[in-house]
């Protein structure tokens, strides 16, 4: 076994702690839309955690391209391993889409992008409210899409792990073991 | 485990998968309110405002429907200073201001005379790109002190279509849950009506936590003084008045120059309700002029920079947040409802009579 069978400790790292984090961008998302309560602590969350993410999966687009992921399984069916990389691609889109519509939402709106009470960004998008609409629309509509792609992958990676038993989750969840003999029954 | 037939080997992971994902699925709809039972949401509330007004008005806001743009500036005189560290209120700041003058109700060609409730909303855009935004009204206190007694007031308030009137009974129930009400009803019964928006008062009834530059707080709750004279209007009078009486006063008024309020801060005292705005304060608690508005001009309000703001009075510089008050919550999760969907009727060119710098692209 060698280390290209895993991803790098950068690549682990960030899937995991931006796993945990698009979660819950997710669940803040429709919470704080509905709530009546809870809306302005969730919002103030909410933005700084979404920029946070964006340059998260910058750093992780650059080791992306930098580093090449392990391949998948040889046996995989043909369609399977397109619809792994399909995923893998719209995933990474839609994290970079999210946090950029949703900045470019609030620029249109006219809003202050404040990331805590006292530190705003400047605005990335033109004062106009039919492209305020249209941005939030988008925003809201592909949290959706993301959340259907968070658990098709999710679904993919247990598949993976307890049916078919492969390296695929393994690669992603540690790192290569060391060089010591390993006894236990394959 | 190896007894079991190889089917039902591969059937208990693909089962554990599908628990899973459908767990997920399912905590995600409750958090968005779409299974768990109705829960008061801002979507339900703003429908309840929706069905109230009889029809859907697009483009226009779901309440306070019917308003003119105004602009002008704040100029502060630095007595607010003590209590809060945000720009605005320092000496010598002034601010340029994006108004509305508005009255109560959903249709937007309502007559004024009929209505008691006037508003004045303000966005303090600030030079470092903060902004303040205050959405503040004609009475004294709020007529309920929870978003549960606002939904309410709405359902109770619909016309009986049998009647077209409110149903008797459910108005009875409706004081009976929010006693609070009564307090409001007699202020809209016998306070004197006013013939100008440039001589009403208004006030921020939810209170406000500021932060001085020690790091102290402070409860606040605000309102707009005005200059001019109070001047009532009786029902003869308002009986006889044309439909758009007070844009076409405001109108008059700003052709001889600008309008005038202070910015009163009254300061909360130990034991003051902070989260309840169907109370007001004792009169005799602290009261500081922190300086003045100046409104000079008036727009239509399909042409002005009002139209296209949520005066979402959550919207704060740093050194002001907002209290516990749960009305006040209520109130931005509610305003960003109703201004996402007359910003996507506008958008999608349902709204003509708003829409006016669309149509001329």
Redesign the interface.
């Known amino acids: 076994m060698n280390a290209s069978n895993h991803f790098n400790v950068l690549a682990r790292v960030l899937h995991w702690t931006m796993a945990a984090a698009i979660l819950a961008m ?2 803040i998302g ?2 704080m ?8 602590w969730l919002i103030a969350l909410h933005r700084p955690l979404g920029f946070a993410i964006l340059l998260l999966a910058l750093l992780r687009l650059g080791n992306r391209l930098r580093h090449a992921p392990p391949p998948l399984p040889a046996d995989l069916p043909r369609w399977q391993a397109r619809a792994a990389h399909a995923s893998h691609w719209l995933l990474y889109a839609l994290m970079l889409a999210m946090p950029l519509l949703g900045w470019a939402m609030l620029s249109a ?4 992008v404040q990331m805590t ?2 530190l ?1 960004l ?1 605005p990335i998008a033109p ?1 106009d ?2 492209l ?3 941005l ?2 988008a925003h809201g509509g592909l949290a959706y899409a993301l ?1 259907a792609t968070v ?1 098709a992958h ?2 993919a990676a ?2 993976h792990a ?2 078919r038993h492969d390296d695929v989750f393994a690669s992603m969840a540690r790192g290569a073991p060391r060089p010591i003999p390993d006894d236990r029954p394959d | 485990m190896s007894a079991f037939p190889p089917l039902l080997r ?1 059937a208990w ?2 089962a ?2 599908a628990a ?2 459908a767990a ?2 399912a ?2 709809a409750w ?3 779409w299974i768990g039972g109705p ?5 339900r ?1 703003t429908d309840a405002i929706e069905a109230g007004n009889g029809r859907i008005h697009p483009g226009f806001r779901r309440a306070h429907a019917k308003g003119v743009c105004v602009t002008g500036h704040f100029a502060s005189n630095g007595a607010g200073a003590p209590l809060t560290r945000a720009g605005m209120l320092a000496a010598g700041a002034t601010t340029p201001v994006l108004g509305r003058l508005s009255i109560a109700g959903g249709d937007p060609h309502a007559p004024d005379a009929t209505t008691r409730v006037r508003s004045m909303a303000l966005l303090l855009a600030g030079a470092d ?3 303040w935004r205050m959405a503040m009204n004609n009475f004294p206190f709020f007529a309920v002190s929870t ?1 549960q007694g606002f939904y309410d007031q709405a359902v109770a308030n619909r016309p009986d279509p049998a009647t077209g009137k409110p149903d008797p009974a459910k108005m009875a129930e409706l004081l009976r849950r929010h006693p609070e009400i009564k307090r409001f009803q007699q202020w809209a019964k016998t306070a004197p009506w006013a013939d100008s928006w440039g001589n009403t008062g208004f006030n921020g009834v939810n209170a406000f936590r500021f932060t001085d530059a020690a790091g102290r707080v402070h409860f606040v709750r605000w309102s707009m003084r005005p200059r001019l004279a109070f001047a009532a209007m009786d029902k003869a009078k308002r009986a006889g008045a044309e439909a758009d009486y007070l844009a076409d006063d405001l109108q008059a008024r700003l052709a001889n120059g600008p309008l005038r309020w202070g910015l009163v801060l009254h300061v909360a005292a130990p034991g003051d309700p902070i989260n309840d705005p169907s109370r007001a304060w004792p009169a005799d608690r602290q009261q500081i002029v922190a300086g003045t508005l100046v409104l000079d001009a008036a727009q239509d309000q399909a042409e002005g920079a009002c ?4 005066y979402d009075p ?3 510089p ?2 002001i ?2 209290s516990d008050d ?1 009305v006040l ?2 109130r ?3 305003y ?2 109703s ?2 969907r007359r ?2 009727e ?3 060119g349902q709204a003509p009579k708003t829409a006016h710098r ?1 149509s001329a692209r």
């Open positions: 997710l669940f429709v919470a839309v509905a709530s009546l309560g809870q809306r302005e709106g006219g809003f202050p009470p006292a705003q400047p004062r409210p039919v305020y609409a249209w939030r629309s959340f658990l999710l679904a247990l598949f307890w049916v | 591969r992971p693909l554990a998968i899973i994902l997920l699925a905590a995600f958090t968005a309110s829960r008061l949401t801002a979507q509330v790109g903060q902004q978003p139209r296209d703001i949520n959550t919207v704060l740093d050194g947040r907002p749960p919550a209520a931005a999760s509610v960003a409802q201004y996402n910003e996507r506008i958008a999608r669309e």
